[in-house]
């Protein structure tokens, strides 16, 4: 018997049950009443029947397809023809996309999730969206029913009540009962009609990761090529910049063109250990979070798949991937330009991105002040003639401040002003004036790193093209953004990037008159932009030139291999030399505190554990008188190479070959308190 129950006969009920008679079915908690199928009263002396109450107007039936558990549920529809067992489903299984999985399992575990258990839930979810993990059935889009849907219902009897709920509400008497319950299996999707072809199924990789796996990549490529060759000495100029603050070795010279960013971050590995190793993985690193944080600032601008094409063009270089384990400025400067430039296109719309340009400004600023100053040139010149960024100007000249006030207060402690130091930095470049030095650039493009002066043969010339056709993709990229520009698309995330690396290689194309090849990174990590926009943009539409891009990238990556193997080779040969020379000083008796004078007097020195000095050259920073009342007080030794005659002062001084260095001697003082 079917009857239609409303919330006006619970009192009626009540008074039956009290009155020792049959109780009539209950309705469910729902203001409209739900059509529901009696129980039958038991057999008792004072059974009392009852009518059931008309259906009010206003009821609304539960959907046709909503299924019931007991022994009244329709039976489960197999469809014709499909065999049972683990074999049958594991044909049959396909890879579902991650959100109508995600979907799926926040419908059917909404309780659980709604307890205890949803954080973890949650926490594997988002992991499994970051792997691009899917498993579960596929199949086309089709109408859901409703309880596929998440609206599970599940059937319950108790003593003389039977009825239907929603699981969302009874969720609370599930758990405060310990009644049997019978839930629904999970519903399939409603199967194809006769004669509909099945969808091919295509996989679904997460979207937006392609920077990470770059950076990645970048890192795998300094910890398996670079730092096993590095791992043991500094380079020349690594010893100056990390010797000003290790507490274990006597601070070498500061030359006025240096600026001391290097130092302030390799100081907290090196207030821990004095290993290289140590010092090396952390640079590689930090390189990395750089990398991926400076790129990262222009996926809002260029797109995902812009965004990581530009970060594997530039980290591709071998210059790049050698910088990034060395503690050298550059590379630093080069990301710290891209963030710059990509925050300040940002700021007009994001008031908080004008804080983090300062903050950018301020750090390459401390790195190199004299690019920052090119840096800051046309982003200046951007807020002052465009009227939505002049907001920005004060951040820009606050940032710009901050990091060159401990530039400007050594200035004018050692040197006795900022004109005094910029004189003096052009004289140990060897004279900043206009010189055009695009013939260096390109004879160093592929070594050695540092082309001074530049006579040496040119290596692997065939590997150089790239570097010949990146102005031409610049310009290329120029004229597409000035033609969109026209149809009402901004040109300015081509026009700033664009600028901006002009500005950071005039001073090493147009003003030195010498060359090294990390001196350009600022430069290619900018133009790598527009180049991968102009890159993505020409490909995406078509089919083969997108393959075409995809193998001259790849042959451009691939040709940077041989190139990185011969310079982290030559690089820890020459480094080797170094630690060599130490040894052979130190079991000659020169340790610490000492001095050395000399060629090479810088790195041995630092690896010696002895403080350097020279009386000539671009860091000349004592005088011949000074080096021999040092000698007096404390082991002094002078080093030459190339079978080079010592300074006049030390001709009487003993003579010691360096066997394993290549010719280097070094001439030894007597020793402190002997008679001369």
């Known amino acids: 018997m079917t009857a239609h129950v409303t919330d006006e006969d619970t009192a009626a009920d009540t008074a039956a049950t009290a009155a020792g008679g049959a109780t009539r079915p209950a309705s469910t908690a729902t203001p409209a009443a739900i059509p529901v199928t009696s129980a039958p009263a038991p057999a008792t002396p004072a059974a009392i029947p009852v009518t059931a109450a008309p259906v009010p107007a206003t009821s609304v039936a539960p959907p046709a397809q909503t299924p019931m558990a007991g022994p009244g549920a329709p039976p489960t529809r197999v469809r014709p023809g499909r065999r049972k067992g683990w074999a049958a489903a594991l044909r049959r299984w396909r890879p579902t996309p991650w959100p109508a999985l995600r979907a799926t399992a926040e419908q059917t575990f909404r309780p659980l999730l709604l307890t205890a258990f949803r954080p973890t839930l949650l926490t594997i979810a988002t992991a499994g969206a970051a792997a691009g993990i899917a498993v579960g059935p596929a199949g086309p889009a089709t109408a859901t029913p409703a309880h596929a849907a998440g609206v599970k219902t599940r059937a319950w009897t108790t003593g003389t009540k039977a009825g ?80 000003q603050v290790d ?37 590689a690193l930090l390189s990395t979070a750089a990398l991926y944080a400076a790129y990262r600032v222009w996926r809002p601008l260029l797109g995902p798949a812009t965004t990581a094409l530009a970060a594997l063009v530039f980290s591709g270089l071998w210059i790049a991937q050698i910088s990034g384990p060395e503690a050298m400025p550059n590379l630093w400067v080069a990301l710290g330009a891209v963030a710059a430039t990509g925050l300040f296109l940002r700021a007009p719309r994001e008031p908080n991105a004008r804080w983090w340009l300062a903050a950018c400004l301020a750090g390459v600023a401390l790195m190199r002040v004299p690019d920052a100053a090119w840096l800051g040139l046309p982003l200046l010149a951007t807020a002052g003639c465009v009227r939505s960024h002049r907001r920005t100007l004060p951040y820009l000249l606050g940032g710009l401040a901050a990091g060159a006030t401990q530039w400007t207060v050594e200035a004018y402690s050692r040197f ?30 592929n070594g050695p790193e540092l082309c001074r002066p530049c006579s040496g043969p040119v290596h692997h010339p065939e590997l150089t093209l790239w570097w010949l056709a990146l102005p031409l993709l610049a310009l290329a990229a120029l004229a597409v953004a000035l033609r969109e520009r026209r149809t009402g698309v901004p040109a300015d995330r081509t026009l700033v990037p664009l600028a901006v690396a002009v500005c950071l290689s005039v001073p090493y194309l147009l003003l030195l008159s010498y060359s090294a090849p990390r001196f350009l990174l600022p430069a290619y990590a900018l133009l790598a932009l527009p180049v991968g926009g102009l890159l993505t943009r020409v490909a995406r539409p078509r089919p083969a030139l997108a393959v075409t891009v995809g193998c001259l990238v790849a042959l451009q990556l691939v040709a940077q291999y041989p190139v990185l193997h011969r310079m982290t080779a030559q690089v820890a040969s020459l480094d080797q030399r170094y630690r060599v020379a130490a040894d052979e000083l130190n079991a000659l008796g020169l340790r610490a505190p000492c001095l050395l004078v000399g060629s090479h007097a810088q790195p041995v020195g630092y690896d010696a554990g002895c403080a350097s000095a020279a009386t000539k050259g671009n860091n000349r920073n004592t005088t011949p008188s000074s080096v021999l009342r040092r000698a007096e007080r404390m082991p002094t030794a002078v080093l030459t190479a ?25 001439w030894l003082a007597p020793a402190p308190g002997a008679s001369r």
């Not at 003096?424 to 900043?432: K, L, Q, R």
């Open 164 to 243: 239907t709920e929603t699981e969302a509400e009874a969720t609370t008497e599930a758990e405060a009962t310990t009644e049997a319950e019978t839930r629904t299996a999970p519903h399939r999707p409603a199967p194809l009609p006769p004669g509909t072809a099945t969808p091919p199924w295509r996989p679904r990789f997460p979207q937006g990761r392609g920077l990470e796996a770059v950076s990645l990549l970048y890192l795998l490529v300094q910890l398996t090529l670079v730092v096993p060759h590095l791992a043991h000495v500094l380079g020349w100029d690594e010893t100056v910049y990390v010797s």
């Open 247 to 283: 507490p274990r070795t006597p601070a070498a010279f500061f030359s006025a063109p240096r600026s001391r960013g290097i130092s302030v971050l390799v100081s907290p590995v090196l207030a821990v250990t004095d290993s290289v190793l140590a010092l090396r993985i952390a640079l």
């Open 416 to 445: 006795g002003g900022v004109p005094q130091r910029l004189h003096v930095s052009g004289a140990t470049e060897g004279g900043m004036h206009p010189h055009l030095n695009l013939f260096n650039a390109w004879r160093s493009l």
């Open 642 to 666: 190339d079978a080079q005659r010592p300074p006049r002062y030390a001709r009487d001084w003993t003579r010691h070959p360096l066997p394993g260095t290549d010719g280097w001697t070094a």
